[in-house]
């Protein structure tokens, strides 16, 4: 439409319906985006919150799982090419 074809856009719609329409979007995009953000900030510290739940689980099982690797392997004697070499 370019500049000049909204202003004529605008000159040919009646005045009391471009209240009404805006009226309209207003009222209904206003509440509907702050639900929106809201909805956002929250699932975000969701999701921070669970991630870091994750994060620690992830850090006991690791441990937990090297711990037990390493008790089942501490008893086996070490394979023959380590018993040659000089230390």
């Known amino acids: 439409l370019g500049l000049g074809g909204w202003h004529r856009a605008l000159a040919d719609i009646d005045t009391e ?19 929106q953000v809201a909805a956002y900030a929250e699932a975000k510290q969701r999701l921070q919150e669970a ?7 992830g850090s006991d099982l690791g441990s ?12 086996l004697p070490p394979p023959p090419v380590i018993e040659g070499l000089p230390l």
């Open 17 to 35: 319906c471009w209240k009404a329409s805006w009226a309209a979007i207003l009222v209904r995009d206003v509440p509907f985006g702050g639900l």
């Open 51 to 57: 991630a870091l739940r994750l994060h620690e689980l």
């Open 64 to 75: 937990g799982v090297s711990e037990l690797a390493a008790d089942a392997v501490a008893p």
